[in-house]
Nanobody, 127 residues
Framework: QVQLVQSGGGLVQPGGSLRLSCAAS????????IGWLRQAPGKEREGISC????????YYANSVKGRFTISRDNATNTAYLQMNSLKPEDTAVYFC????????????????????WGQGTQVTVSS
């Protein structure tokens, strides 16, 4: 059973930076995806970024491309989401999600349907 434990998040001013971490354990396959999605009040869940375990391929939603960077540390099985140039519209609860597999078709749209979830963390961008 995959377990995901998140850390990071908090309150930051517009233009600031935050880093989220997701410590993963329990994968039975070497091929999997770890991603991040967010949910703002009154809005649908949005898959924003994902990384593939096998080759480190990364995927970004247009809303965060160029500002957010996803990475992973294979030694500790931890994924990171570095968030720069934060905007008030980035305010949301952020979830780390994971799924075994190798098919990246429609990946970001599939993130809300991934089977393993972290506990979520609040990110608030406000002056």
């Amino acid at each position: 059973q995959v377990q995901l434990v998140q850390s990071g998040g908090g309150l930051v001013q517009p233009g600031g930076s935050l880093r989220l971490s997701c410590a993963a354990s329990g994968f039975s396959s070497k091929s999997y995806f770890i991603g991040w999605l967010r949910q703002a009040p009154g809005k649908e869940r949005e898959g924003i970024s994902c990384i593939k375990s096998t080759d480190g391929s990364t995927y970004y939603a247009n809303s965060v491309k160029g500002r957010f960077t996803i990475s992973r540390d294979n030694a500790t099985n931890t994924a990171y989401l570095q968030m720069n140039s934060l905007k008030p519209e980035d305010t949301a609860v952020y979830f780390c999600v994971a799924e075994s597999g190798n098919n990246d078709y429609g990946l970001l749209a599939r993130l809300p349907f991934f089977s393993s979830w972290g506990q979520g963390t609040q990110v608030t961008v406000s002056s």
